[in-house]
């Protein structure tokens, strides 16, 4: 618990950095929104500095003294659904939509293709140009007829 706690105050600082709001913690993920809690009209880009600063942090750092720990992201632009759900006496903040459902798909993605950040082309059209993204390929991702374009981005 130590580790992780230690790791997600690391990450929670790049998050907090690019106006991201961590919604979830699962297991030793996080569920990070932008353009939800507060207004950002550069959310794609403000995500894309966040998944890049991440990978700064856990390339360069080893937590409780010798433990490296590597983080994968995964990052999708588009509409989606946020807000508070439960019962009258638990309520949760959390986000909905397809869109949500892609991210986390990129992020297990990037096992198959060897990599640390992947976006979608939608994410990568609305970041701008301080970027340079790679496509790696198409893939259909379940619960999706259409495929979606794949890339990695560069480091700034």
Request: charged share 20%; glycine share 8%; proline share 1%.
């Amino acid at each position: 618990m130590r580790t992780l706690n230690e790791y997600f105050a690391a990450l929670s600082e790049v998050i907090d950095r690019h106006g991201g709001a961590i919604n979830q913690f699962q297991g030793d993920a996080m569920l990070v929104t932008f353009n939800t809690v507060t207004t950002d009209a550069d959310h794609a880009a403000s995500a894309v500095k966040t998944a890049l600063g991440i990978q700064r942090v856990t390339e360069q750092r080893l937590f409780r003294g010798d433990i490296r720990l590597r983080t994968r992201c995964g990052v999708n632009t588009g509409k989606i659904v946020s807000g508070a759900i439960g019962t009258t006496d638990r309520l949760l903040y959390t986000v909905h939509g397809d869109e949500v459902n892609i991210a986390a798909r990129l992020e297990q993605l990037n096992k198959e293709y060897g990599s640390y950040v992947l976006v979608t082309e939608q994410t990568a059209q609305a970041a701008g140009s301080d970027f340079t993204f790679d496509v790696v390929g198409e893939v259909t991702v379940r619960g999706r007829a259409a495929p979606t374009c794949v890339m990695t981005v560069k480091a700034e």
